[in-house]
């Protein structure tokens, strides 16, 4: 049952005021109004050459079509994360299969999964193992992961606005979903404190660098550094970056 498609379809045949039978004979042969009448239940999907037709009297491509608008095709993404997680999920949130458990603990130490013959599967397994590390929500697992779902795909469509469902599949769109769980679990949410953890992290990852570069064949306390490392330079490019995350997090205070 295409469902979807068959409404998308009865919504191009009512735009333009024919009824099944007019609309059937706008194909080259005629499609009898029976199997119109399939195609909006979902029974059955034209073929190539009626797709095409039917997104040209929509005025929309194939894709569009078959799969929506880009807002219609991350719904249904959202839809299929959370049918992956209520069908191998207990309430407590835990694997209920043992092969679910294997490929989880593929995931979670980053074993190759590339052979897996579902790949879309494995990703959604990554999202929601990433979600449900995070605090959407803190009353409830399962809604948690509801919640989760839902602030991604909000993430998602503002970030593809104005994209075509054409440029998209669905193992695209959930790389943007794995994105934007990314993205909140370290705090870089679209706000003044995800600009101000992201720039918290560019830093330290600069003093971090700048510790490595230094403890180079070195002390790990830095108490002697190699000898073409000037003690007082390092020391002094650490109080610089030292110094900038302090102001940061000053400015970030001002517009809180």
């Not at 409830?140 to 054409?166: D, M, T």
């Amino acid at each position: 049952m295409n469902i979807k498609l068959g409404d998308r379809i009865k919504r191009i045949r009512l735009s333009k005021g024919l009824n099944q039978s007019q609309f059937g004979e706008s194909f080259e042969p005629a499609a009898a109004r029976s199997i119109v009448s399939r195609w909006e239940s979902g029974k059955s999907v034209p073929n190539a050459k009626r797709l095409r037709k039917i997104a040209e009297l929509g005025g929309i491509s194939v894709s569009e079509l078959l799969n929506g608008s880009i807002d219609e095709l991350i719904d249904s993404t959202a839809d299929y994360l959370y049918s992956v997680y209520s069908q191998n999920f207990d309430e407590n949130s835990m694997p209920k299969t043992d092969g679910v458990k294997s490929l989880i603990h593929k995931i979670n130490t980053h074993e190759d999964t590339s052979t897996y013959e579902d790949q879309d599967f494995v990703s959604a397994l990554s999202i929601i193992l990433t979600i449900d590390n995070d605090e959407y929500v803190e009353d409830s697992v399962n809604l948690n992961i509801k919640r989760g779902i839902a602030y991604c795909a909000s993430e998602v469509k503002r970030k593809l606005n104005g994209w075509g469902p054409s440029d998209f599949s669905r193992s695209r769109i959930l790389f943007h979903f794995q994105s934007a769980a990314d993205d909140h679990i370290y705090g870089y949410t679209p706000d003044n404190h995800g600009l101000l953890m992201a720039a918290r992290d560019g830093i330290n990852t600069t003093i971090l660098q700048l510790q490595e570069i230094a403890n180079a064949f070195g002390d790990p306390d830095l108490k002697k550094l190699p000898k073409g490392i000037d003690k007082n330079f390092y020391k002094e490019l650490e109080r610089i970056f030292n110094g900038a995350s302090d102001k940061i997090t000053t400015l970030f205070s001002k517009y809180e």
